[in-house]
């Protein structure tokens, strides 16, 4: 099941999918509301079934210097990069608990414990997600459910295009990375799968980096 508040760009990624053979249904609402969140699970549930596996992968990324940084911004990455997976979450985890299983994924990020000048909400919103899953292993582990996260490092997407494209930035990264790269995104897949799967039955609150060893180095 894909989700996403871009119908448009669902129905695309949904008919690419479903092209390469996947069985495939989407379902779009808006993460950061509510309301939409309640319903639009409610209407998952009625057309799939239980969900098993939830990931939580909604994020946006804003950068000014602190003293500078807009009270509107602010609010928009605390809304989907934090608000948006307590409440999917919180929605999904009640048919989890019924049940007495399921996993749940949070796609945090290194800056949950590092930072840099300019993303400061973006590390406030990603130690949030850290802090999520601990708690929410505290509250559904005895129900049987995993709850987990996925701290990338840097890695080339259109996010981060502007800054893949950027010499020196680039340089930075590569020197600071112990694998002397950016990742790429398939790389991300082998934790997602564990992390899915019943190899991770007795791994819980955990947030799992995968960033080529930047925060093992100094």
């Known amino acids: 099941m894909l989700h996403g508040r871009d119908a448009e760009a669902l129905a695309r990624e949904t008919d690419a999918l479903t092209a390469d053979g996947a069985s495939v249904s989407s379902a779009a609402f808006d993460v950061t509301e509510e309301d939409a ?25 804003s950068r000014a210097p602190f003293t500078e940084f ?8 605390v809304a989907t990069n934090l608000t948006s997976a307590f409440l999917v979450s919180r929605a999904v985890a009640r ?11 949070h796609i945090g990020s290194v800056q949950f414990m590092l930072g840099r000048p300019g993303i400061t909400p973006y590390a406030a919103t990603k130690g949030g997600i850290a802090m999520l ?10 129900s049987g459910i995993q709850v987990n996260a996925i701290a990338p490092g840097y890695f080339a997407t259109d996010l981060t295009a502007p800054l893949v494209a950027d010499p020196d930035f680039s340089d930075w990264v590569e020197r600071r990375t112990p694998a002397g790269r950016w990742g790429r995104v398939d790389e991300l897949i082998g934790a997602a799968v564990f992390l899915s ?3 991770s039955d007795f791994v ?6 995968v960033d080529g060893g930047m925060t093992a180095v100094v």
């Not at 807009?70 to 990455?77: D, K, S, V």
């Not at 819980?204 to 980096?209: A, F, I, P, R, Y």
């Open 133 to 142: 899953t601990r708690g929410m292993c505290a509250d559904l582990g005895p």
């Open 37 to 61: 969140v309640e319903h639009g699970v409610a209407r998952v549930l009625e057309r799939v079934g239980a969900i098993d596996v939830l990931v939580n992968n909604a994020g946006v990324q």
């Open 95 to 105: 048919g989890m608990q019924q049940r007495g299983r399921g996993k749940i994924i």
């Open 70 to 77: 807009p009270t509107a911004e602010w609010h928009r990455l």
């Open 204 to 209: 819980n609150g955990q947030v799992l980096t």
């Open 197 to 199: 799967s019943r190899a």
